[in-house]
């Protein structure tokens, strides 16, 4: 499952870089939110994908048979600041449309400054 | 005593050069200033006799004792002869300033504290025997000397001079850097004088060839040899008390001072002999030749200058000779030191003169041009025989110093040819051959110099001033050294036991142990030998061309301007700035596009790279758990809403694409058994998409239509690439696990430890708490800037960008 999973994580890398590339702000946003699921799904594959009962303690269960809880706890904090990060550049390229009246990444070099 | 804070003595009373300035205003700030060089010069006068017995005198001041750098002064003759130099020119210097520089029209403060500064770091430079202090006060002249030919700062040659002689100097004195620090290396010593005690083991070490390359830069540049020449000519707009003294008597001398010093070190190389002597050699001819060339006074007396610095250079390399000979005391090379320190004692006391009249001619005509003077013989006659007395002594005319001189250096190099080691039996040859062709030059152009600006035709509608007669104070200076080129030429062996011998010793201390057994006699008659005919050559050649020079000086200015060195320094400054600005612009494209390829590109080709040149890539199956079909099937669901954002023609699929991604992300994590996990991305891909629609709400109309992104090759390379990257390190971090998880600790004490049942919660907020309080943070700031970012609405300004 591991190898599948390595190779799906790869798959959602790669379209994440090709949106990234994009000149498409919105898609670039797109992008970036891929890529925290690629990451998040990664740190989850990583800590490995055995153990049978979810890491919550209930009776007759060997200690053995939890998932890892540790990844878990990452992916928490991850995904939370994933978020927080993700919804600030939507309100930012929000702000940049009100502004610029452009989303083409390409329209938005700064100024000129060489003569 | 310890005199090793007399170097700096200058730089401290230069801090009561403002104060006088600007306090004591009726009275002259040099005659204060002229202390301090006085003061110097007699004490170390007063260690003239201990050197001339051969002794050295040691003062050290620790200055970092951990790293062990101190600042050593070292005084053996040598350094002695040079600090005197330094102080006693220094002194007719100031003095000769008083008169020159107006203390109503001058910032004199500043002129006055530069020149201390240069004081101190000559010193220093001199007598330092520790390689890091010795490259610090080297430095220092460097930078005083940029500041004093900046001196008249609102002019532009003044700065392009001044800039133009740092870029030089400072180059080399990085490159003696180098030398220095490989020097320390190989000798595990910082002194000088231990280095030279084992210079026979350093001979044979690797990096000896580079230490002496790198050593000799400094050396070249400092002293304004081919091809580092170029600064010194347009060194000349600093004012001329400050030509006299750093241009011509000292600070170019510091580079004579470095080969003499490590001389003892290097001498056993081949490599240093012809290097030092034939760079010296043709520099000389360069300098001399191109002095003709000159239409300005003191361009004239700087090529003369350098010509005559290649000479002392020229005569250094030849003492190295004297390494390689058995019983060389018997041999003429032991004349090449002598003649170099002699040389250099005359060449001070009589370019000193030279530009200090250079200096009264234009003080009192108004212009330094070659071609508007002439026949101020009558108008200023002290001057004038100060000038001729100066000039004929460099044309190496009897009764004059720089005859003496000039007949030792013709005898070292007619020996040369005698010399049988470094091929230099077949060139060899040219060395007699060069050093006569520049003392014809060397001939006219003092002739030249003399006689075109005080004999023929008065032009006085030329001329700026009415010109007259200078006033004493700014003659007694050029006086007392042109005094001094008479007295030397009488005096020669005094003159030699006291000052060249003891440097002597310094320099060739394999030939010699203390200064009484350099016996070498000066005399001013030699006998019929081949310097002699070389001398009556030079007069009557030198006398015959100079004669007929306004026949044939024209031919200098069919010389292409562009084949000079100068144009090539300009065309270089030029080419590296236009050069580096050309390739920021290469990359620097301002398209963010951009950068991302270059990150991308490099963190694929980097890990890439390490994971196959280090053989880190490696795939086990045994640790594996096994393919569910659920899984399969939310695999299946990610993937087609992935390939949907891909080939999406309008962004609103996209987005709900995008939240099909996340949610089979939460499905997933709910096969996976994260139950947290799930809850929090199922509320947070609701939220997000929610989010997205928002701003896809708020596009602006003209560009909602374009939609369908285009396919890039390039673009789906480095994606392709990112993605296998990432899949291949996935692949081999899971097969090469090291250690066994921390979790089961976890596991184990949630309840005993923590009492929760839910080990991820007690993770976030018992075990693993300040990651939760800052995640908390983050959230806030990010709630917090949003608002801010929405609310906060500055007008804006028109035009206010100031490079418009």
Do not use: C
């Amino acid at each position: 499952m591991e190898i599948i999973m390595s190779v799906a994580i790869g798959f959602l890398f790669m379209a994440a870089v090709y949106l990234i590339l994009s000149k498409s702000l919105i898609r670039i946003i797109i992008g970036t939110g891929l890529l925290s699921h690629g990451a998040h799904l990664l740190i989850l594959t990583m800590g490995g994908l055995g153990g049978t009962a979810p890491p919550v303690v209930a009776d007759g269960v060997q200690i053995t048979d939890y998932v890892d809880p540790l990844p878990q706890a990452l992916i928490l904090t991850a995904i939370v600041i994933s978020f927080a990060v993700t919804s600030f550049f939507l309100v930012l390229a929000y702000r940049a449309y009100q502004e610029l009246g452009t989303d083409d990444m390409n329209l938005m070099r700064g100024i000129e400054d060489r003569d | 005593m310890s005199f090793v804070f007399l170097i700096f003595l200058p730089v401290l009373a230069a801090l009561f050069v403002p104060l006088l300035f600007k306090n004591l205003r009726q009275i002259h700030t040099g005659w204060f200033v002229l202390l301090v060089p006085v003061i110097l010069f007699i004490y170390y006068a007063t260690l003239l006799p201990t050197t001339a017995e051969g002794g050295q005198l040691v003062s050290s001041f620790q200055w970092i004792p951990s790293l062990d750098i101190a600042i050593v002064s070292y005084i053996d003759g040598l350094s002695l002869l040079f600090s005197l130099l330094i102080t006693g020119i220094g002194a007719l210097v100031v003095l000769y300033s008083i008169f020159y520089l107006d203390k109503s029209r001058e910032q004199l403060h500043n002129f006055y504290v530069y020149l201390m500064m240069f004081m101190t770091a000559m010193l220093g430079v001199v007598q330092s025997d520790h390689l890091i202090s010795l490259y610090l006060f080297w430095e220092l002249t460097s930078i005083s000397s940029f500041l004093l030919i900046g001196y008249w700062y609102t002019r532009d040659r003044s700065r392009f001079g001044a800039l133009k002689s740092m870029m030089i100097t400072v180059f080399g004195g990085l490159m003696m850097l180098g030398g220095f620090v490989l020097l320390s290396i190989m000798g595990n010593t910082y002194s000088i004088r231990e280095l030279i005690a084992q210079a026979p083991d350093l001979a044979s070490h690797s990096f000896f060839t580079w230490a002496l390359i790198l050593v000799l830069l400094g050396a070249f540049t400092k002293s304004a040899q081919f091809p580092f020449y170029i600064w010194l000519p347009d060194a000349m707009e600093a004012p001329t008390p400050v030509s006299a003294y750093l241009h011509s008597a000292t600070m170019v001398k510091a580079g004579l001072y470095l080969v003499a010093r490590f001389t003892p070190i290097f001498a056993v190389s081949g490599t240093w002999m012809w290097l030092v002597a034939g760079v010296g050699l043709f520099t000389m001819f360069w300098g001399s030749f191109f002095a003709l060339k000159q239409k300005d006074l003191k361009a004239i007396l700087a090529f003369s200058t350098v010509s005559q610095l290649g000479l002392i250079m020229s005569l250094l390399g030849a003492s190295a000779a004297g390494f390689h000979i058995e019983d060389a005391s018997h041999t003429v090379f032991k004349y090449a030191a002598f003649a170099a320190i002699f040389h250099l004692i005359n060449h001070a006391t009589f370019k000193g003169s030279l530009f200090m009249v250079a200096g009264i001619v234009d003080h009192e005509t108004g212009t330094r041009d070659i071609r508007k003077l002439g026949g101020l013989m009558s108008l200023m006659p002290i001057t004038f025989t100060i000038a001729m007395i100066g000039s004929f002594s460099m044309a190496g005319l009897p009764p004059f110093n720089g005859f003496l001189s000039k007949e030792m250096f013709l005898t070292a190099m007619i020996s040369l040819t005698e010399f049988d080691f470094f091929s230099m039996d077949v060139w060899g040859l040219l060395f007699p051959i060069l050093a006569w062709i520049g003392s014809v030059f060397t001939f006219i152009y003092s002739f030249f110099f003399v006689f075109h600006t005080f004999a023929g035709k008065h032009k006085p509608d030329l001329l700026p001033k009415k010109a007259h007669e200078a006033p004493i104070g700014m003659l007694v200076s050029p006086a007392f050294l042109a005094l001094l080129v008479l007295v030397i030429f009488f005096i020669p062996n005094q003159v030699g036991d006291w000052l060249i011998k003891p440097a002597v010793v310094a320099i060739q201390p394999f030939l010699y142990v203390a200064p009484a057994d350099v016996d070498i006699h000066v005399s001013a008659w030699h006998g019929v030998n081949p310097e002699f005919w070389m001398t009556l050559g030079i007069f009557l050649i030198g006398g015959l061309l100079f004669w007929t020079l306004r026949k044939w000086q024209r031919a200098y200015d069919r010389f292409p301007d562009n084949l000079t060195l100068n144009r090539l320094y300009d065309n270089f400054m030029y080419l590296s700035e236009g050069g580096a600005n050309r390739f920021s612009a290469l990359y620097m494209t301002g398209f963010i596009r951009s950068y991302l390829v270059y990150m991308f590109g490099f963190l694929v080709v980097i890990v890439l790279s390490t994971l196959f040149l280090t053989n880190a890539f490696v795939i086990r199956t045994d640790n594996l758990t096994p393919i569910g079909f659920y899984e399969l099937v939310v695999l299946l669901a990610l993937v087609a809403g992935t390939i949907t954002i891909l080939i999406a023609k309008s962004r609103l699929i996209a987005i709900i694409a995008l939240g099909a991604v996340g949610y089979s992300v939460a499905l997933f994590f709910v096969i996976f058994r994260a139950p947290d996990l799930a809850l929090t991305q199922l509320v947070i891909e609701t939220i997000s998409v929610a989010l997205f629609l928002l701003a896809f709400y708020h596009l602006p109309k003209n560009s909602k239509t374009v939609e369908r992104l285009g396919f890039k090759l390039g673009n789906a390379v480095i994606a392709l690439g990112v993605g296998v990257t990432m899949t291949l390190v996935a692949l081999s971090a899971h097969s090469q696990k090291v250690l066994p998880s921390i979790s089961e600790f976890y596991k184990e004490t949630v309840y005993s430890e923590a009492g929760g049942g839910n080990i991820v919660n007690v993770i976030l907020v018992d075990y693993r708490g300040f990651d939760t309080l800052f995640e908390i943070a983050v959230l806030g700031i990010a709630g917090i800037a949003i608002i801010t970012m929405i609310k906060l609405r500055l007008s804006r300004k028109v035009g206010q960008h100031e490079n418009k």
